[in-house]
């Protein structure tokens, strides 16, 4: 996120300093990392959706999350937000880590982990949007550029999916359910991002996290009473420790450094990088052969990342 750094009173003038730039170096690096636990983590939680009942699997792996996170927490001497912060946080984890999870969870288990992911590739304009609006994101014309052309290459890979084939490809109720989760994410994402710079990540995941935990976790009462966790295949386990260790605890406080670090949007367009990867996984793993037009799709929106991250 670009930062202008005032002037003092004793030297009128002093040119104003320009915007500071982050060089490409490691919050780059380790968002590419994000992006390859995130695309990975929709065939996970495909594959833990057929094993587990979807509300069971989700209680499980966002407790574990939470637990996780509050461990390592009372381990370090990070502030705590308090007062005003505490609540917003509070509130911003019910939409990022309560709602947006349902939502996620109940859209990946009822169409396929590779449209998912396409369908979430959309945030990063989403977020560009609210931003704008909000006032708190300036976008350049390459910014724009490439931000269009993810878009593009999202629309291109949404058309290539429509003509693969298969049983549940057109499953539009488990895509709406996705799509409404990004609006959440999206919206979590920009009102979360003045946080950032006040509250520690660690602080600020494990607020969120636990906030969204108590009601998904009271949600999935009755589906976890309902579920005889002593037949629960090892690969499920497996998949829960997954999507719930690496993608909600490691790449979160990597998502959130980025957030402090680069702002929302160049942040969010990493997660562009996700389709590629989900589609890749899920035609080894689950047998979701892409298209032509996708890999083409993939490729617009790796450029597009490129583009607004310059």
């Known amino acids: 996120m670009a930062v202008s750094i005032p002037t ?34 929709f065939s996970v939680v495909k594959y833990g959706t057929q094993q587990m009942a979807p509300l069971a699997y989700n209680g499980v792996r966002v407790s574990l999350a939470a637990v996780a996170l509050l461990v390592i927490a009372a381990a370090s001497r990070e502030r705590w937000p308090k007062g ?41 304009a989403i977020i560009a949007l609210l931003g704008r609006l909000r006032g708190t994101e300036r976008i350049a014309r390459r910014g724009m550029l490439g931000i269009g052309l993810s878009i593009a290459g999202v629309a291109l890979v949404l058309f290539g999916n429509a003509r693969a084939t298969g049983p549940s490809d057109n499953s539009l109720s488990g895509a709406f359910l996705v ?3 990004c609006l959440c994410w999206a919206t979590y994402t920009v009102f979360l991002q003045p946080y950032t710079h006040r509250v520690g990540g660690l602080a600020l995941s494990t607020v969120t996290m636990s906030a969204g935990a108590v009601p ?15 037949t629960v295949p090892t690969g499920a386990w497996l998949a829960v420790a997954y999507s719930g260790l690496m993608a ?34 899920a035609w080894v793993t689950l047998g979701e052969v892409p298209t032509a037009w996708q890999a083409v799709g993939m490729l617009a929106i790796g450029i597009g990342v490129v583009l607004t991250r310059r």
Do not use: C
């Open 8 to 41: 003092s009173d004793a030297t009128p003038e002093r040119p104003p300093a320009r915007p500071a730039r982050h060089a490409f170096g490691v919050t780059d690096v380790l968002l590419l990392g994000m992006a390859l636990i995130w695309g990975v983590n």
């Open 179 to 181: 799509l409404l989760g």
């Open 248 to 281: 909600l605890v490691i790449a979160y406080l990597i998502w959130y450094r980025g957030m402090k670090v680069l702002g929302p949007t160049r942040t969010a367009m990493y997660g562009n990088l996700q389709p590629a990867i989900a589609l890749f996984v």
């Open 216 to 230: 998904l976790v009271a949600l999935a009462l009755p589906a976890l009473r309902a579920t005889d966790f002593a």
């Open 84 to 124: 005003r912060d505490l609540w917003a946080l509070l509130g911003l984890g019910l939409l990022g880590n309560g709602l947006y999870q349902v939502l996620f969870i109940e859209g990946v288990s009822r169409t396929r982990a590779g449209t998912a992911a396409l369908v979430l590739a959309a945030g990063p």
